[in-house]
């Protein structure tokens, strides 16, 4: 198809699309003449996932050219894939503690991801996102170690095992995994976040109410 | 305790304590000559209150103003003054879709709340984060009823009952419970979160890794 017709099947305006040929967010069409590519089905899922990526991950253009070069690299497994777009949507942590502070908390966090038996990555960010919260709750003068913070790890287990890691799809095309991916992660963490408020105003009104 | 004592006690700086004290966040001192007010524990522990809220909870001093005045209404119960906070926590939702989209995810997410049985105001924004919830998945094409949404409710509703609920102090005064409730919400939701990050690398590392 041509550039009209791939904005046509797309949703995504021509100038855009350019602009993502210029970033090298989606690959070139193949050329027909000086002036024009032709684009095929690969374009339009790579568009879809692009929009996925800006719209629901709210990823930078920076951050998403890195996951395409993760999807685009053969000699990476699918996993190591999905890794990098889980990496882009995590926050980025500014360790507010000085240096002995954090390196106790990144240990405890550290130790506990052992003792869960969990395969993590040695970098992966998730890491210090986990030793800031353990540091938020110990300066709340909150439980803050392995036990009080199990059950959040169990239900998060649970609910990735048994309800998210099947919802993305094996077969087919790594863009459609990563997109599946993506849009699990980020829209049952609201899902989840809006059903921890209620319940807590449900059990409030048991407990607290008139 | 004069203001310079209330400063050291609280480390919250004079001029922010001025300020504080114009905006209604926090009650007068009693004046004990024409320059000078005399402030208690009670201001004390009102303003571990404000900065709970403005550094953990990231509420606008407007909002911060509408729940101190809930906590001083003596004819709010304690379920109105920590309702009053916690949908102060919510963030704002702006209805993506036509109105008869949007009224049918909102009839879903009322009817969702009824079956399990939850008490919510019929007011409670949540409502409409549910309904914007249920609105994306269903736009994403992932399944988006009940049955589908269940086992994030039964696991928030663990979470609430089992481990949170229990950290909110009930006798003492209604500053500390508020305080604590606050905290609590954001600070495990954000354990929460960073567990299903790692889960979900885990758990992909096992299925589709090398």
């Known amino acids: 198809m041509r550039i009209s017709e791939l904005s046509a099947a797309s949703g995504v305006p021509i100038p855009t699309i350019k602009y993502y040929l210029r970033e090298g967010l989606l690959p070139a069409g193949e050329q027909t003449s000086a002036t024009r590519a032709r684009y095929g089905e690969e374009h339009v899922r790579r568009l879809r996932l692009i929009r996925a990526l800006l ?6 253009i920076a951050a998403i050219g890195k996951v395409m070069a993760a999807v685009d690299n ?3 497994d699918l996993h190591r894939v999905l890794g990098t777009a889980q990496y882009a949507l995590a926050p980025a942590v500014e360790p507010q503690a000085s240096g002995e502070e954090w390196a106790r ?4 966090a550290d130790t506990m991801i052992t003792d869960l038996g969990w395969r993590i990555d040695p970098g992966a960010p998730a890491r210090d996102e986990l030793a800031q919260a353990i540091l938020t709750l110990a300066r709340l003068g909150m439980p803050a170690d392995g036990e009080a913070l199990r059950p959040y790890a169990d ?6 095992t048994e309800h998210e890691i099947g919802n993305i799809p094996l077969d087919g095309p790594r863009e459609a995994a990563v997109e599946a991916m993506v849009l699990g992660t980020v829209v049952h963490g609201r899902v989840l ?18």
Request: hydrophobic content about 50%; aromatic content about 2%.
């Open 55 to 60: 719209e629901v991950g709210r990823l930078s």
């Open 74 to 76: 053969e000699d990476l």
């Open 105 to 108: 908390a990144r240990t405890e």
């Open 155 to 160: 239900a998060a287990l649970r609910l990735v």
């Open 193 to 210: 976040d809006v059903m921890r408020r209620l319940a807590h105003e449900s059990v409030s009104a048991r407990v607290f109410g008139a």
